[in-house]
Every structure is written in structure tokens, then in C-alpha cells.
Antibody
Framework: DVQLQESGPGLVKPSQTVSLTCTVT??????????WSWIRQFPGNKLEWIGY???????TYNPSLTSRTTITRDTSKNQFFLEMNSLTAEDTATYYC?????????WGQGTTLTVSS | QIVLTQSPAIMSASPGEKVTLTCSAS???????LYWYQQKPGSSPKLWIY???NLASGVPARFSGSGSGTSYSLTISSMEAEDAASYFC?????????FGGGTKLEIK
């Protein structure tokens, strides 16, 4: 069964950089046609798509976040990563990693990130 | 980017009642790339309907989806207690993909 699991620091200070990890089991992230995505949900439940890394390694970002977001992967560990810099309180959210092809059919459980001094 | 507006934001329905949730797009969305997700408190969203009208695996047949262009809807033919949740529409027709603000559906 496909499973995704996020991990991250939980709390970071404003202006800092955060790195989140998504560990995927049950399928290789290099399997054809899947997009491996990051999505966040703010308090109040608004959802925002952050970006994805395609199975081939191509990366696409939300233009609103592209200047401070980096998505990478480690195929040997079947993991992909989100790095976001210049954090502010407005980045406080639950961050999900997910698999997309026809819709977002698998989601991780989410990791909460709080940006506060 | 395409803005998806869901209405109502909150609603309650009695068991057995027919329920319709709507999703309005600021520009035309290809029906192939319009999705609905169900989310219950403390859980991740679940894919519920894909390509406007196709039920995801395990979704009860009382759910249906329809629409085209800028107007889409999710319908529950007969509300059940387990259907109480938030529902989000999502489009991947135009970059960047966007989500609606959600409808919170409660049971009376």
C-alpha cells in the first residue's frame, strides 16, 4: 500500500529556513507519470498548492512561492523534500506531501509548522 | 490564477435530505481536471470525486458530481451522518492549481 509520511521541526523562528521531508513507501517516486507534491493548509482550512517534483525529476512551483521554495529528492531513500526560506507567521500551516496523477489520491498525515519567535 | 468559490461556506442537513454543494470558477475549468475532496477533523483530505463526476474508490453511490465551464456541484442524494465533513473543490485545468475555500457540511 502506498504511504507518505512527513517529518519536520514543528517550530521555527521568523526569517529562518525550514526543511521538511516526505518518506514514501509502497511505490518508487521514479514510477512513471506521478507528481510528488507539497500542499499546505492554513488555520481556517484554506489549502494552497506549493509545488511538485515529477517522477522524471522536473520541478514546478506555485509562482507565488517560487522565490523562496525549493523541492528536491533522494531517490535512493525514496524521499522528497521541501525547503522554504524567509519564513513569517503567515507560513504557519499544516504541510502535506501527496501523490498526484488523476487528482491527489494519496496524502500524508501532515506535519504542523509553526513560525513564531 | 483561477479562483474557486464554494457555497455555502457552512450548511447543515437532516438525515435523508438531498444536499448540493457548489463550486464556481473565475474562469472556465476543463471538466477533466475538476476534483472534490472530503476532509474530516484531524484527518488529511481524501480524493472523493475526480474529473467532475467520477467517484473515487470506496465513495458511496449516493454521491455524484456534475458541471462544466465555471460551475460545478457535488450532490448527496440522501444525507447520512457519516457525510458530515468539509468538502473542497480543486482544479488543475490551469496553472497554478487552486482549491476552493471549502464547504463545511454538518448533520442536523
Amino acid at each position: 500500500d502506498v504511504q507518505l509520511q512527513e517529518s519536520g521541526p514543528g517550530l521555527v523562528k521568523p526569517s529562518q529556513t525550514v526543511s521538511l521531508t516526505c518518506t514514501v513507501t509502497g511505490i518508487s517516486i521514479t514510477t512513471g507519470n506521478y507528481r510528488w507534491s507539497w500542499i499546505r493548509q492554513f488555520p481556517g482550512n484554506k489549502l494552497e498548492w506549493i509545488g511538485y517534483i515529477y517522477y522524471s525529476g522536473t520541478i514546478t512551483y506555485n509562482p507565488s512561492l517560487t522565490s523562496r521554495t525549493t523541492i528536491t529528492r533522494d531517490t535512493s531513500k525514496n524521499q522528497f523534500f521541501l525547503e522554504m526560506n524567509s519564513l513569517t507567521a503567515e507560513d504557519t500551516a499544516t504541510y502535506y506531501c501527496a501523490r498526484e496523477m488523476v487528482g491527489i489520491d494519496y496524502w500524508g498525515q501532515g506535519t504542523t509548522l509553526t513560525v513564531s519567535s | 490564477q483561477i479562483v474557486l468559490t464554494q457555497s455555502p461556506a457552512i450548511m447543515s442537513a437532516s438525515p435523508g435530505e438531498k444536499v448540493t454543494l457548489t463550486c464556481s470558477a473565475s474562469s472556465s475549468v476543463s471538466s477533466s481536471y475538476l476534483y472534490w475532496y472530503q476532509q474530516k477533523p484531524g484527518s488529511s483530505p481524501k480524493l472523493w470525486i475526480y474529473s467532475t463526476s467520477n467517484l473515487a474508490s470506496g465513495v458511496p453511490a449516493r454521491f455524484s458530481g456534475s458541471g462544466s465551464g465555471t460551475s460545478y456541484s457535488l450532490t448527496i442524494s440522501s444525507m447520512e451522518a457519516e457525510d458530515a465533513a468539509s468538502y473542497f473543490c480543486h482544479q488543475w485545468s490551469s496553472y497554478p492549481p487552486t482549491f476552493g475555500g471549502g464547504t463545511k457540511l454538518e448533520i442536523k
